[in-house]
């Protein structure tokens, strides 16, 4: 969902560098993507808690949530630190390896953490089925 709505950001952006690809790169992409990260963070979040209806809300799988809150802080952290403080206003081709690499710890870390809630669900209803067990056995 969140690359379907960033994707007319993204190929903007794209246009933009080709054209401009001997000169200094616009404002445009850097501006369109963080306003549209922004915009799926706050404005989908919204919406999708809100179709749920009166229902209360809960977080089934705390760990995976926490990973991609922490993960959605750190982003804005480390490219405040790419751009405001390392080299100001450029990024290296350091930086954007380091960049693409921190998406897929991301991914193993969320991977990780269902896997991990996973087998604590299973273990509840293998409790849950020999207590069944116990008392049909009285």
Known sequence: MALGSSAPEILLSVIETVTLLEDTPGELGPSTIVGSAAFNLLV???VSILSVGEKPKRIDDMGVFAITSISSIFAYVWLFIVLGVWTKDQVT??????????????????YAADKINERKKDKLKTAEQKKAEQKKQI
Do not use: N, Q, W
């Open 93 to 110: 081709m350091v930086e954007a390896v380091l960049t693409f690499g921190f998406f897929f710890v991301l991914i193993i870390l969320a």
């Open 44 to 46: 989908i979040s919204a």
